[in-house]
Nanobody
Framework: QVQLVESGGGSVQAGGSLRLSCAAS????????VGWVRQAPGQEREWVAG????????????YYDDSVKGRFTISRDNAKNTLFLQMNSLKPEDTAMYYC??????????????????WGQGTQVTVSS
């Protein structure tokens, strides 16, 4: 298990940017997937982005939901055990609680929310029009 702590959320106007961070207490590279998931009030959890790391040393990949592709960038610093989500061109519909997660998932997109078994407490992102 690894403890995850998000930070960087806040309130911005549409078109603005935020950078979320997720600090891990353990080694996130022990997991083949790390990702970001968001949940708006009254809505289901929604996968946002995932970062895959192959245990066999092959190059991993990053994957995004279509709603954020081209605007959000997921990155990870394994040496610092930290995951990031750079969010640009924010829209009001991006308003949600954002959670980082880590786990050993099937598939390389890292979009199986039900397979993540390590979660942070969340950080709120609010985008006003």
């Amino acid at each position: 298990q690894v403890q995850l702590v998000e930070s960087g959320g806040g309130s911005v106007q549409a078109g603005g940017s935020l950078r979320l961070s997720c600090a891990a207490s353990g080694y996130i590279y022990n997991y083949n997937c790390v990702g970001w998931v968001r949940q708006a009030p009254g809505q289901e959890r929604e996968w946002v982005a995932g970062s895959y790391f192959s245990y066999f040393g092959a190059t991993g990949g990053t994957y995004y939901d279509d709603s954020v592709k081209g605007r959000f960038t997921i990155s990870r610093d394994n040496a610092k055990n930290t995951l990031f989500l750079q969010m640009n061109s924010l829209k009001p519909e991006d308003t949600a609680m954002y959670y980082c997660a880590a786990g050993r998932l099937s598939g390389v997109r890292c979009d199986r929310i039900d397979q993540y078994d390590n979660w942070g407490q969340g950080t709120q992102v609010t985008v006003s029009s």
